[in-house]
């Protein structure tokens, strides 16, 4: 049973109680993402060349629907690049970058692709250090630009209820009230992510969301991924291989090299694969 079924009735969730129909409380679907091929996310031979260097190259993959894709590959793989590239931070030398079938984001802005429905985490937690952990959380669903309210208005019964929903998932119920800046490092990172999944956004990039952790920390990460399984489409680019394999499970994971895909598959075989292994793994 998910920790969301503790705090909303049965048959009830997140899109429900906003009026909308999916049947989950994430985002896998949206008004105006067309998905009707399967996939979310389309990259086709995308090249970013700073001064000559290629830190893309001539990339191509695919993320489908409700995906939770694992990204691997050694420091200088062009991991992080390829995330600026999708979120409009970077605009690739060439190739193509669509979200669903429709949405060209190389012509997209870095504001327009949030709004899109395309939702990042950078590698260091970005929190509201002087504001409660509740407050962060209620501020980052008033930036919401698809939800109608104000900074000053008053929370709805809804609005409380996905607060407290998303206080359980990210383990930091019964904390809401303390300063972002007291929590762990860990912590923080927890609350950065509720601070995306409270803005349901349909594809979730996270890079490093484990680096710095403790392994305790580590671990309730990863069942906290494995909880959002199937009800989000998310990439996560992570070098704790421990954690990988726990999140990856029998899903796919690409191995990333010279800015190029160097394998994929599942977790067993891309770590038998000698290429990996001499590239990145090690022997
Ligand atoms: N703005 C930039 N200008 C020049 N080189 C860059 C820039 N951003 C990244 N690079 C280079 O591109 C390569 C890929 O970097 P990055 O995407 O950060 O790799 P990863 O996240 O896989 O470690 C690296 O060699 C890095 O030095
Ligand atoms: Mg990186």
Known sequence: MSQLSHVLPPGQNYESASGDQEASYGRIKQDGL??????????????????????????????????????IGPNGAGK???????????????????????????????????????????????????HTVFDNLELAMKMDKRVKTTLFARLSSEQRDKIAAILELIRLNGQEQRLAGLLSHGQKQWLEIGMLLIQEPQLILLDEPVAGMSDAETARTAELLNELRGKHSIMVVEHDMGFVAEIAQQGKVTVLHEGSVLAQGTMQQVQA???????????
Do not use: W
């Open 34 to 71: 067309d998905t009707t091929h399967g996939a979310i996310l389309y990259l086709e031979d995308i090249t970013v060349s700073f001064d000559g260097f290629k830190a893309i190259n001539q990339l191509n993959l695919d993320i489908s629907v409700g995906e939770l894709r694992c990204i």
């Open 80 to 130: 992080t690049t390829m995330m600026d590239v999708i979120t409009g931070k970077t605009r690739p030398t060439s190739g193509t970058a669509f979200f669903g079938q429709t949405m060209d984001l190389t012509k997209m802005n870095e504001v327009e692709i949030a709004h899109a429905g395309i939702g990042r985490k950078f590698q260091r937690p970005t929190v509201f250090e002087q």
């Open 273 to 283: 694969d000698d290429r990996v292994i001499e590239v990145y793994l090690g022997r």
